[in-house]
C-alpha cells in the first residue's frame, strides 16, 4: 500500500488554497485564533514600514515575511512553545 508523502511545498500550496477560498471573517478569525491581535499588528506595522521603504521590492518582501512566519512556526514547535492546530502547523500572520 502506498503512502502519500507530501513535500513541505505540497503542503504550503494546499494550505494556500485552503484559505484562498476561505470566507473573510473565519480567516480573521483564524488569524486572530492562532497569531493573536499583537502578532498580527506586528506583521502588518512590519509590512507597511517595508513597502513604503522600497516598493519596488515588494515581491521579495512579501516572499520574505512568508518565509518569516514559515520559521517562526518551525522555531515555537522545535521549542515546545505552539500549540498542535488541525492546520498542518503554519502560521497565520
Not at 24 to 40: H, R, S, Y
Not at 54 to 65: C, I, K, M
Amino acid at each position: 500500500m502506498a503512502v502519500d508523502v507530501k513535500t513541505k511545498k505540497d503542503l504550503a500550496v494546499d494550505f494556500i488554497n485552503e484559505i484562498r477560498t476561505m470566507d473573510p471573517a473565519a480567516l480573521n478569525a483564524l488569524i486572530v485564533k492562532e497569531a493573536g491581535e499583537d502578532l498580527a499588528q506586528f506583521f502588518l506595522n512590519y509590512s507597511a514600514n517595508l513597502i513604503s521603504k522600497d516598493p519596488s521590492r515588494v515581491l521579495e518582501n512579501t516572499s520574505s515575511l512568508m518565509l518569516m512566519g514559515y520559521l517562526i512556526r518551525t522555531h515555537e514547535e522545535k521549542n515546545g512553545q505552539s500549540k498542535p492546530t488541525g492546520l498542518q502547523g503554519y502560521a497565520f500572520a
